[in-house]
């Protein structure tokens, strides 16, 4: 009678555990040159697998400088042109966002946002939260926003 076939892996050499099939599981580091997060000891960002995980984006130059102390409009613009930044560094797009978290030292600023969702994201809208802080990581930072996105796919309605 002929032996029956098992389906365990088999280890690749000598003292390694076979690795199982399936998808990559591990969490890429996203950079930028210059690295903005860094001094402060935080990543920009992972990709893991089709994901895009970043950190809140705010309004800094490359070198690290505030944008726009005291501006609201000024750093809505280069927060989110960090954003794009960020997402381009990682392979996905301002298309390609399924979940945004907003904090906002000043709810009156709200309107403004809801307004700035129609110029940078389109349908179907990305989830969203927004939420009033009582400051953010340095003290002239008016906003500040976190992203989840997709690479290589889209949002379907």
């Known amino acids: 009678m002929a032996k029956k076939k098992t389906s365990r892996p088999k280890a690749a050499a000598k003292n390694r555990v076979a690795r199982p099939a399936g ?3 591990n969490a890429y580091r996203i950079r930028t040159r210059p690295d903005t997060y860094d ?5 920009l960002g992972y990709r893991v697998g089709d994901l895009v995980f970043l950190s809140g984006q705010a309004s800094l130059d490359k070198a690290g400088n505030i944008v726009g102390t005291g501006d609201f409009d000024r750093q809505l613009k280069q927060t989110f042109a960090n954003l794009e930044r960020a997402l381009k560094a990682a392979g996905s797009s301002m298309r390609q966002i399924v979940k945004v978290n907003i904090y906002l030292t000043d709810m009156a ?8 969702r129609g110029k940078y994201f389109r349908q179907p809208w990305p989830a969203d939260t927004i939420v009033e802080v009582g400051a953010l990581g340095l003290p ?3 906003i500040e ?13």
């Open 109 to 116: 600023n709200f309107p403004k946002i809801v307004e700035a």
């Open 39 to 43: 001094k402060f000891r935080i990543a």
């Open 145 to 157: 926003i976190e992203a989840i996105a997709l690479v290589g796919g889209k949002l379907v309605n």
């Open 140 to 142: 002239e930072l008016m």
């Open 23 to 25: 998808p990559d599981r």
